[in-house]
């Protein structure tokens, strides 16, 4: 926990993979989301590939044993459920019409 208490979400990212860009548009569209409910989103620059994101330190995300990236709907959904599990996300929640029709 960082600042009050608040949950502290870090994105660590490939330097090498330029994958930069990636990490701030999750780091936006989380701050975006759960706005003053995080009380720190930190990019953390690294090598070899990687990108891992972790809750408080708990492993919530990681490109290879997940099997690449997460979209926006997925690290919302990580993130709420550690921030407020209760929380309605809307349309994230609903499944897909792809899914649906299944």
């Avoid at 860009?21 to 003053?36: V, Y």
């Amino acid at each position: 926990m960082s600042a009050a208490g608040k949950p502290r979400l870090a994105i660590t990212y490939c330097t090498q993979c330029n994958w930069l860009l990636r990490a701030a548009w999750m780091a936006q569209e989380t701050l975006s989301t759960f706005g003053t409910e995080l009380g720190e989103v930190t990019l953390i620059p690294g090598t070899g590939g990687i990108f891992e994101i972790t809750m408080d330190g708990q492993l919530v995300w990681e490109r290879k044993r997940d099997g690449g990236f997460p979209d926006a709907r997925q690290i919302k959904q990580l993130v709420r459920d550690v921030v407020d599990p209760d929380r309605d996300l809307g349309h994230l929640d609903r499944p897909a019409k792809r899914e649906a029709a299944d």
